[in-house]
Every structure is written in structure tokens, then in C-alpha cells.
């Protein structure tokens, strides 16, 4: 089965961050934080048993909620930043690199 990777990158600040796909809960961590010399602050493969999906981050401490729909089969790679008050999503065919 294809997976879906999803790279939680910059602007996490210690904060609760849940992340659901088709409205189920795929990742919950109490504590996430962005190492900002990799703009990193973690990363996780989901199971993808078809498209379309959407995917949905709430901040619950931040009182934003955004939710992204991905339709393209060649896109597995989707990062998620918190940058100016919104979650930012970054679609791409190929990993994140990470120095």
C-alpha cells in the first residue's frame, strides 16, 4: 500500500499537535517542537488506501484549524509549517531534505 509522508517543519513551539486524515487521527503528540537548524520538528508515514484524502491539522492553542485536500497520486510528500498565524502546506513529489 502507497504512504503518505508528512513533515511537520518550521514554527512548532512546544505545543500539542494532532493531525487527522479522512477525519481519523493518524499522529498526536503533546509536546512538538521545530529544531529550526534542520526546520524539523518531526515526521511520520500514514498508510494512503486512496485517493483523494484530506488532511487536517489543528492547533488547538492557537485556535487555527486548516485542512488540505491531495488528489495527485505522484505528490507523497506533504509538509506542514505554522508561519504568520496559518498553517502553511508544501506538496512535493519527492522527500524533504534535512541538513
Known sequence: MPKLH?????GFEG??????VNGATVYQQEHVQTDYRISRADAFDVPLPSLPVTVEVPLPQRH?????????????????????GQLQFKRSPT???YL
Open 15 to 20: 505545543e500539542p499537535v494532532t493531525v487527522m
Open 95 to 97: 522527500p524533504f531534505g
Open 64 to 84: 487555527i484549524t486548516q485542512a488540505i485536500e491531495l488528489a495527485d497520486s505522484e505528490q507523497r510528500y506533504l509538509g506542514v509549517s505554522c508561519l504568520e
Open 6 to 10: 508528512i513533515a511537520l517543519q518550521d
